[in-house]
T-cell receptor
Framework: KAGVTQTPRYLIKTRGQQVTLSCSPISGHRSVSWYQQTPGQGLQFLFEYFSETQRNKGNFPGRFSGRQFSNSRSEMNVSTLELGDSALYLC???????????????FGPGTRLTVL | SQKIEQNSEALNIQEGKTATLTCNYTNYSPAYLQWYRQDPGRGPVFLLLIRENEKEKRKERLKVTFDTTLKQSLFHITASQPADSATYLCASAVDTGRRALTFGSGTRLQVQP
């Protein structure tokens, strides 16, 4: 079974631009979560999608948004990029959804975003 | 606000010894704790999950404990090997079924041959 895939793996943007990152979950997984990882703040939860609906949202500004498609693939968008948005963006998928029994989250390799 | 901390930024041990990593939480009661391994340039890989009503979980050379009185989880790797060198992260969620994990800052384990 293929793992979680994220594209692109590396991205360089300049301040003020916007960026879209893509995540394909493991086949059969319905929940997709996004995390930001930086050396200073560690791994921080951005949001979770299940059945095309945002179920949970972390403490990030409105410049960070996402969506999920009917095939469970997800995208996240960051508008008006700032230098501090430079980070590793990780996507995780899980088989079960909100309110169901706890299960394992499988992480992708991440997208390394550099904002200049 | 809820906080989860891994006090040791780095841990160096000799091959064959037991590595013990600590995770402490404050201001909330997690429904479960998870431990992940992360290698440089890669996403975290799930290792073990322990629920609040469980004291101990084992998987091969790995053992995790959960002490709700001390608000602490310990993660042990017995008979450690150089291949165990990585960053280990603990994570938790308040409610069962929530995917919004709060992660600790991680402990970088180095196993010397």
């Amino acid at each position: 079974k293929a793992g979680v895939t994220q594209t692109p793996r590396y991205l360089i943007k300049t301040r003020g631009q916007q960026v879209t990152l893509s995540c394909s979950p493991i086949s059969g997984h319905r929940s997709v979560s996004w995390y930001q990882q930086t050396p200073g703040q560690g791994l921080q939860f951005l949001f979770e999608y299940f059945s095309e609906t945002q179920r949970n949202k972390g403490n990030f500004p409105g410049r960070f948004s996402g969506r999920q498609f009917s095939n469970s693939r997800s995208e996240m968008n960051v508008s008006t990029l700032e230098l501090g948005d430079s980070a590793l963006y990780l996507c995780a998928s899980s088989r079960l959804g909100q309110g169901e029994a706890t299960d394992t989250q499988y992480f992708g390799p991440g997208t390394r975003l550099t904002v200049l | 606000s809820q906080k989860i901390e891994q006090n040791s930024e780095a841990l160096n041990i000799q091959e064959g010894k037991t590595a013990t990593l600590t995770c402490n939480y404050t201001n909330y009661s997690p429904a479960y704790l998870q431990w992940y391994r992360q290698d440089p340039g890669r996403g975290p890989v799930f290792l073990l999950l322990i629920r609040e009503n469980e004291k101990e979980k084992r998987k091969e050379r790995l053992k995790v404990t959960f002490d709700t009185t001390l608000k602490q989880s310990l993660f042990h790797i017995t008979a450690s090997q150089p291949a165990d060198s990585a960053t280990y992260l603990c994570a938790s969620a308040v409610d069962t079924g929530r995917r919004a994990l709060t992660f600790g800052s991680g402990t970088r384990l180095q196993v010397q041959p």
